[in-house]
């Protein structure tokens, strides 16, 4: 059964109507199944950002009008962040703009404070940049995941309990890149402070699909930092956001110094602003925080109820279809999928993952992710290679990079682009499309 789709709502994006040329050049309609790693911009954002552009100015201490207007509205966006995560204590938490999720986690893992003897948790089921900031910051730990891919939950515990007063913080992924398995964070942080530790959580692919409440139905389950990024939601212009305990970014120097940081500088001494001032170096990104700010009310409007069982009908309708095209490896879990977004993984048998992807592109129109996804641990594990056999392409020139191929929806998605694509990959499997 079909849900009904909100009216016009492929008519709030741009580009979705923009031809794309195949591999004769004639000109088709294009599929964009590459949302994981972005997406399209809302139409109104853009319209938002050309009229801020008549009073753009400086943030900060200028005085006259126009950047008194952008002023109020920067420090005004970090207002609406905290009430759309749904934050009960408003003075905890701090808003912090970064450019992605990426320099995020990078902040967060140069900024926190440390001892030499500290522990940073991870999962192998992270992204590189989830993951390859933390190897940087020092000691950290690994909870594996299991037979499908999920993660441990209970190894997790046992490495907290194993290194209880080690363990300050602990950084999972809100939902995977790869296989879309949702980590319950709230019970995630319950567990992590019950071990006094903190809990960090990478949003990038969680925030555009899922509502998310910082604050739980108790304290202990709050989440203490989430990190996510505006151009998988809908909006351009390079925006991270940091959403963090206040505390812990006070009495620590920050990781960029400069203009915007200080309190005053003397020949000998440095004063710094209180946070969130001093950790946002430099000119702000105005225009790109406010187009984040319009999509998000855009998400608003159309309800994350409404997204989520939209996304859920894709990928159960995706999940069935390639279950049923004869050669198709799928990974991941095809029949328990309420704890997955709308991301799938697969393979077709004897064929390298960049020409399937490439028939895709250049024969339909059809715009998908292969390889592995900034997540090579992860993949690595799901298609049970061996780490020889992972490297074996940087020795041998004979070898390929192994990998696989991703489809990733978003919510202008249709179940008419699926059943095309369905019917491509049956294509390339039975040798008729090449």
Known sequence: MRIKEKKNIKDLFIGLDEKVCDSNG????????????????????????????NTYASIG???????????????????????????????????????????????????????????????RMEHHSNDLPWRKRGNVDYVEVDEQGRLKIEELEQKLKKNYGRVKYVSLTG?????????????IAKLVHRYDAK????????VPHRKINISGETEDEDIDFL????????????????????????????DYAGGGTVDLVLDNKVTYLSPPEKDEAGTPNFLGVMALINSLRVINTIGYEYIEKHEDILLKHTLDGLS???KVINYGDTVNIDDRLGIATF????????????????????????????????????????????????????????????????????????????????????????
């Open 26 to 53: 004639h000109c088709i309609d294009g599929i964009n199944f590459d949302n994981a790693a972005t997406t399209p911009p809302i139409k109104s954002s853009i319209d938002y950002i050309e009229k801020l552009s």
């Open 61 to 123: 201490r200028g005085t006259g009008q126009k950047a008194e207007i952008t002023t109020n509205l920067y420090q005004e966006s970090r207002r609406f962040i905290k009430d759309f995560f749904n934050i009960k204590n408003k003075d905890k938490y701090v808003v912090i703009y970064v450019n992605n999720t990426t320099e995020g986690i990078n902040k967060l893992a140069r900024t926190l404070k440390k001892e030499e003897n500290d522990i940073v948790i991870t999962s």
């Open 175 to 187: 939902a995977s890149n790869v296989t879309g398995y949702i980590n319950d964070i709230h019970s």
């Open 199 to 206: 809990l960090i959580v990478d949003g990038a692919q969680l």
């Open 227 to 254: 990190v996510f990024s505006s151009h998988k939601i809908y909006s351009p212009f390079g925006i991270g956001v940091i959403i963090g305990l206040k505390q812990e970014f006070e009495n620590v120097d920050p």
């Open 324 to 326: 049923n095209i004869p």
């Open 347 to 434: 393979n077709i048998e004897n064929m390298y993952h960049h020409d399937v992807a490439n028939i895709l592109a250049k024969k339909r129109g059809i715009s998908v992710r292969h390889g592995w996804f900034c997540a090579h641990p992860y993949c690595r594990r799901l298609m049970h290679a061996s780490e020889a056999e992972a490297k074996e392409f940087l020795e041998n020139p004979s070898k390929k990079m192994l990998g696989m191929i991703r489809l990733s929806f978003a919510l202008y998605n249709t179940e008419d682009e699926v059943d095309l694509f369905l019917n491509v990959v049956e294509d390339i499997s039975s040798g008729k499309l090449k």
